[in-house]
T-cell receptor, first 112, second 113 residues
Framework: DAKTTQPTSMDCAEGRAANLPCNHS???????VYWYRQIHSQGPQYIIH???NNETNEMASLIITEDRKSSTLILPHATLRDTAVYYC?????????????FGAGTTVTVRA | GAGVSQSPRYKVTKRGQDVALRCDPISGHVSLYWYRQALGQGPEFLTY????????KSGLPNDRFSAERPEGSISTLTIQRTEQRDSAMYRC???????????FGPGTRLTVL
């Protein structure tokens, strides 16, 4: 799987948009960008994924650059409950490899 | 509906004992994954199944670790002759098909004394 690079940590204000960057410069054509988050000691929670088009769901938006070498997860109105570790993961169908390779993630702290 | 469940939630054992960790996936989910998570780190892949077939066990650290899913539903991860370094959170996830998003269970916290 392609490697991803994320900032170690970031703070954001409650009620404001949180923009989480991720670099994946070695991504290949059939690999998707997935985002998961982990709140405290809970199991990881799926947020969103995309291939090359921007995606939006009830939780977040995913913006993928045209060259697909980076992406941004947007939490439109961060709340205190969005405080978590956010993982950007590249996952593909190469060699039937569907496992998730979690890195260190970005620790996001939402402050009142 | 019911999510992924794991049992026990906490397991304390003595070094050298065998342990069996159970995962009950979401009903109808074909794929089942096992991960291990050390404190302060992201989960690391151990093994996964499609139905009852073990597709990839490349993440199992050594031959003391094994997993099965005999009827394509519930899975058991077994660790033989446990060692202190096996202490971690063991997480199970399932997905409808192997390329769909994975849903994680609450995990089993294993402590080896």
């Amino acid at each position: 799987d392609a490697k991803t690079t994320q900032p170690t940590s970031m703070d954001c204000a409650e009620g404001r948009a949180a923009n989480l960057p991720c670099n994946h410069s070695t991504i290949s054509g059939n690999e998707y960008v997935y985002w998961y988050r982990q709140i405290h000691s809970q199991g990881p929670q799926y947020i969103i994924h995309g291939l090359k088009n921007n995606e939006t769901n009830e939780m977040a938006s995913l913006i993928i650059t045209e060259d697909r070498k980076s992406s941004t997860l947007i939490l439109p109105h961060a709340t205190l409950r969005d405080t978590a570790v956010y993982y950007c993961i590249v996952r593909g169908a190469k060699n039937n490899d569907y496992k998730l390779s979690f890195g260190a993630g970005t620790t996001v702290t939402v402050r009142a | 509906g019911a999510g992924v469940s794991q049992s026990p939630r906490y397991k304390v054992t003595k070094r050298g004992q065998d342990v069996a960790l159970r995962c009950d996936p979401i009903s109808g989910h074909v794929s089942l994954y096992w991960y291990r998570q050390a404190l302060g780190q992201g989960p690391e892949f151990l093994t996964y199944f499609n139905y009852e077939a073990q597709q990839d066990k490349s993440g199992l650290p050594n031959d003391r670790f094994s997993a099965e899913r005999p009827e394509g539903s519930i899975s058991t991860l077994t660790i033989q002759r446990t060692e202190q370094r096996d202490s971690a959170m063991y997480r199970c996830a399932s997905s409808l098909l192997q390329y769909n998003e994975q849903f994680f269970g609450p995990g089993t916290r294993l402590t080896v004394l």
